[in-house]
């Protein structure tokens, strides 16, 4: 304050500093920012009061229009809910293998799926249910249990190898390095005999050895032909479809080493009118086969994890 002086050339007074020589003046600010704050202020106690704007020990003030962002969300999904109760009250009625009868029910149960099925089932089939290496592509047609619309629901609804889902789908290939059951000559020879039948190797001796371990070990549940046998859950291992990948050595180390993934038993997590359009939209994918009428059944028995069939 004691330093303050008029400055000469402008008349001006300065607000009493100075830095190296330099003294700032004490120009009053512009009427038209002045009027600016002044509004902004108002406007602030305005919004107090008028909405949730003071947080206090139990709750915030809740303004006097009582409006939220929150209970404006609410209102909003209370109203898309409505609008979509209708549709689902018809999905939920109508018996899972007649709603392909009716083409607009259809549609909407392909929609409502797909929205399950990114927010669900997207992260380990892809967004477009291609899959990738460990996780089965839904829109081909190489099924483990059976591509039909009601096989597809029983395995989303009940999971594969969940833990804790008393009827999800089980089957179990032995490992058959790990346990000793086959020798590494034998598994090297089993997988030459293996790819031989989707012609990915020369059907020699080395094949015809790993033949007659085939026969022996593998047989009971991927069947003479090696084409599997779904009843037990076991994959084709005559085309040109896998899942761990189909080199010799991917090969030997699924025989040596079961792979055994797990799917979640949906079921405990999802109602059971998204499960029914999950199932609608996978087998819309490319890969569904015929609407059929009953699920086809777990069966405990061992089978291979080496092919890439789907749950």
Same mark, same amino acid.
Request: proline letters at 5%; a neutral charge; one cysteine or more.
């Given at each position: 304050?004691?330093?303050r002086?008029i400055?000469?050339?402008?008349?001006?007074?300065?607000v009493g500093h100075?830095?190296?020589?330099?003294?700032e003046?004490?120009?009053p600010?512009?009427?038209?920012?002045?009027i600016?704050f002044w509004?902004t202020?108002?406007?602030?106690l305005?919004?107090?009061?008028?909405?949730p704007?003071i947080p206090?020990?139990?709750?915030g003030t809740?303004?006097?229009?009582?409006w939220?962002?929150r209970?404006q969300l609410?209102a909003?999904?209370?109203?898309?809910?409505?609008a979509?109760?209708?549709v689902?009250?018809?999905?939920?009625?109508?018996?899972?293998?007649?709603?392909?009868?009716?083409?607009q029910?259809?549609a909407?149960?392909?929609?409502? $799926? /797909? +929205?399950? =099925?990114?927010? @669900? !089932? *997207?992260?380990? %089939? #892809?967004?477009?249910g291609k &899959?990738?290496v460990?996780?089965?592509?839904l829109a081909?047609?190489?099924?483990?249990?059976g591509g039909?619309?009601?096989d597809?629901?029983?395995?989303?609804t009940?999971?594969?190898?969940?833990?804790?889902?008393a009827?999800t789908?089980?089957?179990?290939m032995?490992?058959?390095?790990?346990?000793?059951?086959?020798?590494d000559?034998?598994?090297?020879?089993?997988?030459?005999?293996v790819?031989?039948?989707?012609?990915?190797?020369?059907?020699?001796?080395?094949?015809?050895? $790993? /033949? +007659?371990? =085939?026969?022996? @070990? !593998? *047989?009971?549940c %991927? #069947?003479?032909?090696g084409? &599997?046998?779904?009843q037990f859950g076991?994959?084709?291992?005559?085309?040109?479809?896998?899942?761990?990948g189909?080199?010799?050595e991917?090969v030997?180390?699924?025989i040596?080493?079961?792979?055994?993934?797990?799917?979640?038993?949906?079921?405990?997590?999802l109602?059971?009118v998204?499960?029914?359009?999950?199932?609608i939209?996978?087998?819309s994918?490319?890969?569904?086969?015929?609407f059929?009428a009953?699920?086809?059944?777990?069966?405990p028995?061992p089978?291979n994890?080496? $092919?890439n +069939?789907?749950?």
């Open positions: 304050m004691a330093n002086r400055d000469e050339p402008t008349g001006v007074e300065t100075e830095w190296d020589g330099i003294e003046l004490n120009n600010l512009p009427r038209w920012w002045v600016t509004i202020v108002l406007f602030a305005g919004y107090i009061v008028v909405y704007a206090l020990l139990g709750k809740e303004g006097l229009w009582g939220s962002s209970g609410a909003e999904m209370t109203a898309a809910e409505a979509r109760k209708p689902l009250d018809k999905i939920a009625a109508t018996p899972l293998e007649q709603i392909a009868a009716d083409q029910l259809l909407q149960a392909r929609a409502g $799926g /797909a +929205a399950a =099925f990114k927010q @669900n !089932c *997207a992260l380990c %089939h #892809g967004s477009g &899959g990738m460990g996780y089965p592509n081909d047609r190489d099924w483990l249990w039909s619309v009601t597809i629901e029983f395995s989303i009940h999971g594969i190898r969940s833990p804790g889902a009827s789908r089980t089957s179990l032995p490992s058959f390095g790990k346990d000793g059951i086959l020798q000559g034998q598994i090297a020879d089993t997988s030459a005999y790819l031989s039948l989707s012609g990915k190797a020369p059907s020699d001796a080395v094949a015809q050895r $790993g /033949a +007659a371990v =085939f026969a022996a @070990n !593998c *047989a009971a %991927h #069947g003479a032909d084409k &599997g046998l779904r076991a994959p084709n291992l005559a085309d040109q479809v896998w899942l761990y189909g080199t010799k991917q030997a180390a699924s040596a080493r079961v792979r055994a993934g797990v799917m979640p038993a949906w079921g405990s997590k109602d059971p998204t499960i029914k359009m999950l199932a939209y996978v087998h994918l490319g890969g569904g086969e015929q059929a009953a699920p086809a059944a777990a069966a028995a089978a994890g080496n $092919g +069939a789907k749950p």
